[in-house]
């Protein structure tokens, strides 16, 4: 039983913008803090941002400056918006829950956040 499920990817070139959704079922959204995570072919899992109940976020060097994270704890949906995207940013994209509640302390330790979705796959290419 999935208790996330990601959308909004796609193919975009790059400078090109995407906003992904992770809509979560099963569990109260505002009781846990949420992360993106992304993998590459070939590549490590990386976290990417972290947002707390309280909209508190946390981003990836990476990705700072290029990307805003944001939740809507009414619709049970936090969103990823992603500008100026560079090819590097191709991969499948992922959310998931903090097991520990809501903190982002963590957000580095992709094992400690869990009920994962099947992901999304963004491709940036011209």
């Known amino acids: 039983q999935l208790q996330f499920v990601e959308s909004g990817g796609g193919l975009v070139q790059p400078g090109g913008s995407l906003r992904l959704s992770c809509a979560a079922s099963?569990?109260?959204?505002?009781?846990?803090?949420i992360g993106w995570f992304r993998q590459a072919p070939g590549k490590e899992r990386e976290g990417v941002s972290c947002?707390?109940?309280?909209?508190?976020?946390y981003y990836a060097d990476s990705v700072k400056g290029r990307f805003t994270i944001s939740r809507d704890n009414a619709k049970n949906t936090v969103y990823l918006q992603m500008s100026s995207l560079k090819p590097e940013d191709t991969a499948v994209y992922y959310c998931?829950?903090?097991?520990?509640?809501?903190?982002?302390?963590?957000?580095?330790?992709?094992?400690?956040?869990?009920?994962w979705g099947q992901g999304t796959q963004v491709t940036v290419s011209s």
């Open positions: 998931a829950k903090y097991r520990g509640g809501n903190s982002c302390a963590r957000m580095k330790e992709g094992n400690v956040f869990g009920s």
């Open positions: 099963g569990f109260t959204l505002s009781n846990y803090a």
């Open positions: 947002i707390m109940s309280s909209s508190s976020s």
